[in-house]
């Protein structure tokens, strides 16, 4: 099945790799998302799957120790992109909920920028516990394309 027999069914496809607990894992990362994405043409927005892709592989870097591998899951189906990161600590990241009315960011904040992109450009995100730790995803919705004139 090619990529584009793949697309026009809206099968769902997914990519599962282990990344080293490194900095260098960040574009990594963002290079997957944005071939998976490019590979079978699916719709999401790959700039921001991208960049908030960097987001998760960063904090998961920077905020958890040891060098067992951080995993990173992109599933493309017909409505979304998710993306899941998996890494061995078991606490939670900082608050992924959608802030109320009152909430006010401080943008120069050197910390907790990542968190608040992630709530702001992803249509939904969380995360869970796992056997080894804890995965945090997001999910970037399908943008509409426009039709080609026939």
Known sequence: MNGSALHE???????????PHTAAAVPVARALVRTALAEIEHPADSDTAELLTAELVANAVEHTTGDAPIELVVE???????????????APPGDLTVPGPSYEPDPWQEHGRGLLLIRTLSSSCGHRPTESGKAVWFRVPVVPRPRRPS
């Open 9 to 19: 069914s809206h099968a769902p496809a997914s990519w599962r790799i282990a990344l």
């Open 76 to 90: 493309l189906l017909p409505t979304d992109c998710r993306v899941e990161v998996h890494d061995p600590d078991p």
